[in-house]
């Protein structure tokens, strides 16, 4: 078992609100200079930066993790992870049939590009990306596992777009095992309000918009590494965040 430092909420220049400099290369090269391990980009409602930024991850020997932070009805933010980036794909384009189609202003909100792996822009999302899906928080937990993924709220502890925010409560849905904190010293004090959040794995993310975000490694998961490799690492990733608290050891 060894540590490996994790930032699961990084947004690419395919986030409008994420700076253009958000390149796939620039991350996976933040990230290393951050001491992370492991990685995962997560742009609003879209996952079409992962292919690039997987391959500028693995040249820099930085685990990579494809993912989305998808918005529901409710306006609630979710992190959605994939073991495989295939998977991720097919639910990026789940996900393109149940959003909102407004229209993105690029002068108000920013840029929207998408970029292969050598960081030139291929396109842009002509669709306002954070803009609320149909889909429910309820039932994201089982449709993020049909694609063979894991949902957790985003940044339970902010008031813009987090779940306690939004509810006043952590939801009761069983398929919620973890819940992301944006600071890790704001665990105790939650736990203590919304005990619910107590029989939840707690994971502690950046959810960068900026290089300068990118935070140096400080949470980790303890993982089995043996024999060593990108997808050994993955699998272990999934097996835990799968796992209620109950089992951890």
């Known amino acids: 078992m060894n540590r490996y430092y994790y930032d699961f909420h990084i947004h690419s220049c395919l986030s409008p609100c994420g700076d253009n400099d958000m390149t796939p290369n620039n991350i996976a090269g933040m ?16 996952c079409k930066n992962c292919p690039a930024f997987f391959a500028a991850a ?8 494809a993912g989305m932070e998808l918005t529901t009805a409710e306006e609630i933010h979710t992190v959605c992870l994939f073991e495989r980036l295939e998977d991720a794909m097919a639910f990026d384009a789940y996900v393109s049939e149940r959003r909102m189609r407004v229209k993105n202003n690029v002068k108000i909100f920013g840029d929207q590009l998408i970029m292969d792996e050598k960081d030139e822009v291929t396109g842009t999302d002509p669709w306002f990306l ?20 894991v949902a957790y709220p985003a ?14 409560a952590f939801p009761e849905n069983e398929g919620f095992l973890n819940a992301e ?3 890790a010293e704001n665990r105790e004090s939650y736990v203590g309000r919304y005990p619910a959040l107590g029989r939840k794995r707690i994971l502690v993310s950046s959810d960068a918009h900026n290089l300068w975000s990118i935070r140096d490694k400080s949470a980790y998961l303890e993982l089995d590494d043996e024999p060593y490799s990108g997808d050994k690492i993955r699998s272990e990733i999934f097996r835990l ?6 089992g951890d050891k």
């Open 130 to 149: 954070p803009a609320a899906t149909d889909i429910m928080l309820d039932e994201t937990p089982a449709l993020t596992a049909r694609f063979g993924g």
């Open 241 to 246: 965040l799968r796992r209620p608290v109950s």
């Open 155 to 168: 940044h339970v502890d902010r008031e813009a777009n987090g779940v306690i925010a939004i509810l006043g």
């Open 31 to 46: 990230a290393t200079l951050a001491g992370l391990n492991v990685a995962a980009l997560t742009d609003h409602n879209t």
């Open 58 to 65: 693995k040249a820099r020997g930085i685990v990579p993790v």
């Open 181 to 183: 904190f944006a600071e």
